[in-house]
């Protein structure tokens, strides 16, 4: 599966650290504050790092849970906005649930890999008429410095074809 020449500009935009700083004092401000930052983006996987950082912690000494749901999120909207990039459609789209797995305590950068780029993009592509909706659940794996998992997220996405 090829990228399309709109989606590369899109990819290689968002992926200038200078364009992402921008678009997240714009649109995202607590992505801006928190250090957040897309590293990789393409059709087989996105990949988000978020600091440990002082800002970042909750009293427990740990990276506050908001700060990873943030990270988790960026990881799996950055290729559903990849893959809206490859359809000639006006689609909107809204996150309808959020499930996560914490299963150690995050004291170190964390770095969130998400591997739904195809199933994204099936699930949009399929959206061939007007008023057609359709749902995905975009799964994230958030990992420490160490390489331990840390967080598991679930985030499903909602679509509906406009007019």
């Known amino acids: 599966m090829q990228l ?3 989606q590369i ?3 290689d935009d968002f992926l200038s650290p200078l364009k992402q700083r921008l678009y997240y004092l714009k ?3 607590m ?5 957040i930052r897309l590293i990789h983006l393409d059709q087989k996987k996105s990949v988000v790092t978020v600091p440990n ?3 970042n912690k909750n009293p427990f000494k740990s990276m506050y849970f908001a700060v990873q749901s943030m ?3 960026l990881s799996t909207a950055a290729p559903v906005m990849l893959a809206l990039h490859g359809v000639d459609a006006s689609i909107a789209l809204i ?3 959020i499930e996560a797995d914490f299963v150690k305590k995050a004291q170190s950068q964390l770095t969130f890999v998400c591997l739904d780029y195809e199933k994204i993009f099936n699930t949009i592509s399929g959206l061939v008429q007007a008023g057609d909706s359709a749902t995905v659940t975009a799964k994230t794996i958030g990992k420490d410095a160490d390489g331990d998992e840390v967080a598991t997220f679930y985030f499903t996405w909602s679509f ?3 007019v």
Request: hydrophobic share 45%; charged share 25%.
């Open 9 to 11: 500009k899109f990819r």
């Open 53 to 55: 950082r002082w800002l």
């Open 31 to 35: 992505a801006f504050v928190s250090g």
């Open 95 to 97: 996150i309808v649930n």
């Open 160 to 162: 509906k074809r406009r």
């Open 4 to 6: 399309s020449a709109q």
């Open 71 to 73: 990270a988790a999120e």
């Open 27 to 29: 649109s995202l401000p």
